[in-house]
């Protein structure tokens, strides 16, 4: 059975750049989209962004300038960096796959989520 | 201020039929379909509903999905103890070109 597994550090330094890696294990990483979620304390679920099979990548536009999430298909794995940080990204990461089902798209797995907070 | 506006609670107590709400707009719920995630206390976020009303295999069917307009709803039937956890409902927005979520409904079996 297919799980999604995030890894990285828990703190970072306002500034500084956070990075995640989500492992997948139990499936290929081949024939889905890969996403990272995050969830703020107290707040929403806020698409990050997505990375395709097909290496073209969307993000979320209040973060695209920060944001860069891409692929290891060697290591079954894929990672997000989110550049410039300040408390406001504080917040549980989640990675997900995405599925399509006709022309539609959707998360169909999720890891647990990590904790990464941003102070000095 | 959420896109997609959901009760923050919601409850019922064991065999009953509860419905939880996703209430959005043209240009999400009005054009797209909508996911629903259950996430248990510290487990990660499950799918139970796909496409408005598909059920993943795996997912009992006491739970479904429904849609009319810019509107959606998840429900459970025969609820559960094991049903006490958050809904959140999910679609693609066509003018933030982005994935929204409700806020969350937090369901109590009494």
């Known amino acids: 059975q297919v799980q999604l597994q995030e890894s990285g550090p828990g703190l970072v330094k306002p500034s500084g750049t956070l990075s995640l890696n989500c492992t997948v294990s139990?499936?290929?990483?081949?024939?889905?989209?890969w996403s990272w979620i995050r969830q703020p304390p107290g707040k929403e679920l806020e698409w990050i962004g997505n990375f395709y099979d097909s290496g073209s990548s969307n993000y979320n536009p209040s973060l695209k300038s920060r944001v860069t999430i891409s692929v290891d298909t060697s290591k079954n794995q894929f990672s997000l960096k989110l550049s410039s940080v300040t408390a406001a990204d504080t917040a549980v990461y989640h990675c997900?796959?995405?599925?399509?089902?006709?022309?539609?798209?959707?998360?169909?797995?999720w890891g647990r989520g990590t904790l990464v907070t941003v102070s000095s | 201020q959420s896109v997609l506006t959901q009760p923050p609670a919601a409850s019922g107590t064991p065999g009953q039929r509860v419905t939880i709400s996703c209430s959005g707009g043209?240009?999400?719920?009005?054009?797209?379909?909508v996911n629903w995630y259950q996430r248990l206390p510290g487990t990660a976020p499950k799918l139970l509903i796909y496409?408005?009303?598909q059920r993943p295999s795996g997912v009992p069917d006491r739970f479904s999905g429904s849609k009319s307009g810019t509107s959606a709803s998840l429900a459970i039937s025969g609820l559960q103890s094991e049903d006490e956890a958050d809904y959140y409902c999910a679609v693609w927005d066509n003018s933030l070109h982005a994935w929204v979520f409700g806020g969350g409904t937090k369901l109590t079996v009494l």
């Open positions: 139990g499936g290929s990483i081949s024939g889905y989209y």
């Open positions: 496409s408005d009303n």
């Open positions: 043209r240009s999400n719920i009005g054009k797209n379909p």
């Open positions: 997900a796959r995405g599925k399509q089902w006709l022309a539609y798209w959707y998360f169909d797995l």
